[in-house]
């Protein structure tokens, strides 16, 4: 079975700063692996994936994530955080063999971002 | 433009009482997905279909049905409404040209307050 966790309920930061949202996964098999936001009243909007090739993958808005199999990991970075960025942040997961459900995408709990001031 | 729509964007109903979401995208994409968002949980997988005519249960099924009489319409059927329904439901979909790391697209989300 796949799973991904995302150790932290809300992340905190300064606008200006550099923010990291965390996720971590476990999967059978070569992970696809993505990151969407989700604004107040919205729907998810996607902002990155990981599918093969270089580590460090751009995104939507500036952000950027890096793959990291030897740790299971794929957090979510960006250099400079701004007010705008607060919203809540979904890590999802898909495996690269057929197991069931389609296209499925099994997701973390997500993670609240604030940016402030 | 290219989208996913949901309708209703709210319902308030009362338990039993029979429903249906509609979910439509623009994309001639071959997959389609539910999925239902609760706190802590994140989102969940209801049902999916890879085809016209063609479903599957997701990891929580149970209470829900769907059907998919065209490529573009894939609504979300509550027969027996319960206040354990009461969610926000998201109807995704994607195309299947590049495989499984296709990047689903994601309607605007019904919020359903089940009494």
């Known amino acids: 079975a796949q799973s991904v966790a995302q150790p932290e309920d809300q992340v905190n930061v300064a606008e200006g700063n550099p923010l990291t949202v965390k996720c971590t996964y476990s999967v059978s098999g070569n992970p696809y692996l993505f990151w969407y936001v989700q604004y107040p009243n919205r729907g998810l909007q996607f902002l990155l994936k990981?599918?093969?090739?270089?580590?460090l993958v751009k995104g939507s808005y500036g952000f950027e994530a890096e793959f990291n199999k030897s740790q299971t990991s794929f957090h979510l970075k960006k250099p400079s955080a701004l007010v705008s960025d607060s919203a809540l942040y979904f890590c999802a997961v898909r495996v690269s063999i057929l197991t069931g459900g389609g296209n499925k995408l099994t997701f973390g709990t997500g993670t609240q971002l604030k940016v402030e001031l | 433009e290219a989208q996913v729509t949901q309708n209703p964007r709210y319902l308030i109903t009362v338990t039993g009482k029979k429903l249906t979401v509609t979910c439509s995208q623009n994309?001639?994409?071959?997959?389609m997905s539910w999925y239902r968002q609760d706190p802590g949980l994140g989102l969940r997988q209801i049902y999916y279909s890879m085809n016209v005519e063609v479903t599957d249960k997701g990891d929580v099924p149970e209470g829900y049905k769907v059907s998919r009489k065209e490529k573009r319409n894939f609504p979300l059927i509550l027969e027996s409404p319960s206040p354990n329904q009461t969610s926000l439901y998201f109807c995704?979909?994607?195309?299947?040209?590049?495989?499984?790391?296709?990047?689903?697209?994601f309607g605007p989300g019904t919020r359903l307050l089940v009494l």
């Open positions: 995704a979909s994607s195309s299947r040209t590049s495989g499984w790391g296709e990047t689903q697209y």
């Open positions: 990981y599918i093969t090739g270089d580590n």
């Open positions: 994309m001639n994409h071959e997959y």
